[in-house]
């Protein structure tokens, strides 16, 4: 089974700021990478697909990239509304899986 | 409008069993497979089954296999959970989630819509 890994486990950061999220795959994935926002007490949102594609009605402030076993979610400008948790997940093969989470909190 | 609708979530015994529902509208129901996917209090997500969009084909993690039974009926609209000797690992808030590929008979693992959950806790 694939292993993936998110770093780091929590940031602090401030609205406005530029925030990079990094996710890596124990083998390559291609492009086969989504990332997913949380938000507590909510379901996983699903942010972008396809490791860069941005999904309908996702602020385009929200970018992905990578592939093979290293991939990145960037935030270019931290908005209020973007403070909750971030997974990353594979979709390369079966089984699908989850990344451990970042936390994204208020400086 | 896509809504994804779970049920049934209960405490129970160990041992127990139990049956979980998701109740679907605004999309071709049986144009894509289902997941479920759960979530531990306080930790991250865990894939949990798929079933394909005709319900001929059925997967499972390892931590489930043998023990849940994922069905569904497309005349209802409706994803089944069968969940038999449940353990206390197995307390969770299930989610009932859309696969984003029509017509792909595993889903493309990608998980474009979400219910809002439903809880299992598994206690004595």
């Known amino acids: 089974d694939i292993q993936m890994t998110q770093s780091p486990s929590s940031v602090s950061a401030s609205v406005g700021d530029r925030v990079t999220i990094t996710c890596r795959a124990s083998?390559?994935?291609?492009?086969?990478l989504a990332w997913y926002q949380q938000k507590p007490g909510k379901a996983p949102k699903l942010l972008i697909y396809?490791?860069?594609s941005l999904q309908s009605g996702v602020p385009s402030r929200f970018s992905g990239s990578g592939s093979g076993t290293d991939f990145t979610l960037t935030i270019s400008s931290l908005q209020p509304e973007d403070f909750a948790t971030y997974y990353c997940?594979?979709?390369?093969?079966?089984?699908?899986?989850f990344g451990g989470g970042t936390k994204v909190e208020i400086k | 409008e896509v809504q994804l609708v779970e049920s049934g979530g209960v405490v129970v015994q160990p041992g127990g069993s139990l049956r979980l529902s998701c109740a679907a509208s605004?999309?071709?129901?049986?144009?894509?497979?289902m997941h479920w996917v759960r979530q531990a209090p306080g930790k991250g997500l865990e894939w949990v089954s798929l079933?394909?969009?005709?319900?001929?084909?059925?997967y499972y993690a390892d931590s489930v296999k043998g023990r849940f039974t994922i069905s569904r009926d497309n005349s209802k609209n409706s994803l089944y959970l069968q969940m038999n000797s449940l353990r206390a690992e197995d307390t969770a808030l299930y989610y009932c989630?859309?696969?984003?590929?029509?017509?792909?008979?595993?889903?493309?693992?990608?998980?474009?819509?979400w219910g809002q959950g439903t809880l299992v806790t598994v206690s004595s």
């Open positions: 989630a859309k696969d984003m590929g029509p017509g792909a008979e595993r889903g493309v693992y990608y998980f474009d819509y």
């Open positions: 605004g999309f071709t129901f049986d144009d894509y497979a």
């Open positions: 079933i394909s969009w005709d319900g001929g084909s059925t």
């Open positions: 083998q390559g994935i291609s492009s086969w």
């Open positions: 396809a490791a860069s």
């Open positions: 997940q594979q979709a390369n093969s079966f089984p699908p899986a």
